[in-house]
């Protein structure tokens, strides 16, 4: 079956240390996203690319970074810059750029910190 | 620019009760729209989508209307189960783009 796996599904942090949430499709999609959500809140973009080898800034993309190598994969790393990182990330991907298709999604990463 | 408002939670209902959960959208042109559900510790699922005006999205006893005179994708379902209990997302992407544009989100809880 196709789908978006998100590994691993709970994560730790300690202070000053960066960490990486692994996001990988198998839909042969050229569009993914990272989101962040919190207790009770929507969703919040934090990056987004569009096709391998470029990606974009979204709404809340300080204390992060990411890196788009292959179409399959878009790994999110959290830096230490990033002050409180505790809350659900969300991995998406779309059949391509400026088109309507829904988003697909995967389970999830669950970060505390320690 | 493009947003999604959508009836804040939780929403409380019994068993078999008719739901409605409204959303109201500002996008220029003509946005497709959406309904996804989060179940706990879930990503979001599609629920349904529209894509044009007076189109109708439906599934799993959900449906959605897409009304462009009052900008609105109210999600209804005549009789909810224990099982539909879940967040419920409006979303829309903008003519022309891919971005999707999300509401808060609508906790629903149905009691037994």
Not at chain 1, 25 to 35: G, I, K, P, R, V
Not at chain 1, 61 to 79: D, H, I, N, Q
Not at chain 2, 61 to 69: H, N, P, W
């Amino acid at each position: 079956d196709g789908g978006i796996t998100q590994s691993p599904k709970y994560l730790f942090r300690k202070e000053g240390q960066n960490v990486t949430l692994s996001c990988e499709q198998n839909l042969n999609h050229d569009a993914m996203y990272w989101y962040r959500q919190d207790p009770g809140q929507g969703l919040r973009l934090i990056y987004y690319s569009q096709i391998v080898n470029d990606f974009q800034k979204g709404d809340i993309a300080e204390g992060y970074s990411v890196s788009r190598e292959k179409k399959e994969s878009f790994p999110l790393t959290v830096t230490s810059a990033q002050k409180n990182p505790t809350a659900f990330y969300l991995c998406a991907s779309s059949i391509a750029p400026n088109s309507n298709q829904p988003q697909h999604f995967g389970d999830g990463t669950r970060l505390s910190i320690l | 620019g493009n947003s999604v408002t959508q009836m804040e939670g939780p929403v409380t209902l019994s068993e078999e009760a008719f739901l409605t959960i409204n959303c109201t959208y500002t996008a220029t042109g003509y946005p497709s729209l959406f309904w996804y559900v989060q179940y706990p510790g879930e990503g979001l699922q599609l629920l349904l989508k529209a894509t044009k005006a007076d189109d109708k999205g439906s599934n799993k006893g959900f449906e959605a209307t897409y009304r462009k005179e009052t900008t609105s994708f109210h999600l209804e379902k005549g009789s909810v189960q224990v099982s539909d209990s879940a967040v419920y997302f409006c979303a829309l992407i903008g003519t022309g783009g891919f971005k999707t544009i999300f509401g808060a989100g609508t906790r629903l809880f149905v009691k037994a």
